[in-house]
């Protein structure tokens, strides 16, 4: 079955770094785009960013760009958030997503797998 797992959340002061990964396994992953998306306590899940099947597009949420950096490596199945300049808005339960679609979309609806999520702290 189709499994992502998400790693290299933590704790950090704002101002710091984080890179969060996602390994895939249980599908094509060269074959999906990659999203990342964020949950904090009491607020819905949103877009944080996402890349197409060869990394050649990428999107990201307002709130990020600049600071944070979508990546791949498909010979690895892993996608990558590499995120800087971190700011207490930024904690958050970090989720991987996996969408078959050529288009790079920022809606969650779209994704067809999910991992379960790392938490990333920022403290001020």
């Known amino acids: 079955q189709v499994q992502l797992v998400e790693s290299g959340g933590g704790l950090v002061q704002a101002g710091g770094s984080l890179r969060l990964s996602c390994a895939a396994s249980?599908?094509?992953?060269?074959?999906?785009?990659m999203g990342w998306f964020r949950q904090a306590p009491g607020k819905e899940r949103e877009f944080v960013a996402a890349i197409n099947w060869s990394g050649s597009s990428t999107l990201y949420a307002d709130s990020v760009k600049g600071r944070f950096t979508i990546s791949r490596d498909n010979a690895k199945n892993t996608v990558y958030l590499q995120m800087n300049s971190l700011k207490p808005e930024d904690t958050a339960v970090y989720y991987c997503?996996?969408?078959?679609?050529?288009?790079?979309?920022?809606?969650?609806?779209?994704?067809?797998?999910w991992g379960q999520g790392t938490q990333v702290t920022v403290s001020s």
């Open positions: 997503a996996a969408d078959k679609t050529i288009v790079v979309v920022s809606s969650l609806w779209e994704y067809d797998y």
């Open positions: 249980g599908l094509t992953f060269s074959r999906y785009a």
